[in-house]
């Protein structure tokens, strides 16, 4: 059973950047296409973007593209979501997700293998 650890939130001022990490514990990632979500308080959780098993594909919410980017380092078996340019609204935990597959065909999907435990971003001056 694979397991994800998210890391790297924190408190950042509007424009800043941050990374957040998403790391495998139990298992290789490399099968997996990985999924970055947010929930902020009193809304619905929100899909960020995912990224497919080998790289070639990514996908986005539009809220996010631009500033968002998401890779992935095999050899750490992990998973970045680089966010450039925040703004107060980006204010959520944000989650990863190891999907159920490795390819993606025009969306990110929501068979999910396993959720991480969520890590705070905070936005603000």
């Known amino acids: 059973q694979v397991q994800v650890v998210e890391s790297g939130g924190g408190l950042v001022e509007p424009g800043g950047s941050l990374r957040l990490s998403c790391t495998g514990t139990?298992?290789?990632?490399?099968?997996?296409?990985i999924a970055w979500h947010r929930q902020a308080p009193g809304k619905e959780r929100e899909e960020v973007g995912c990224?497919?098993?080998?790289?070639?594909?990514?996908y986005y919410a539009d809220s996010v593209k631009g500033r968002f980017s998401i890779s992935r380092d095999t050899a750490k078996n992990t998973v970045y979501l680089q966010m450039n340019r925040l703004k107060p609204d980006d204010t959520a935990v944000y989650y990863c997700a190891a999907l159920a597959y490795g390819q993606l065909f025009g969306s990110c999907g929501s068979q999910v293998d396993a959720w991480g435990q969520g890590t705070q971003v905070t936005v603000s001056s």
């Open positions: 990224i497919s098993s080998g790289s070639r594909t990514t």
């Open positions: 139990t298992r290789t990632l490399d099968f997996h296409a």
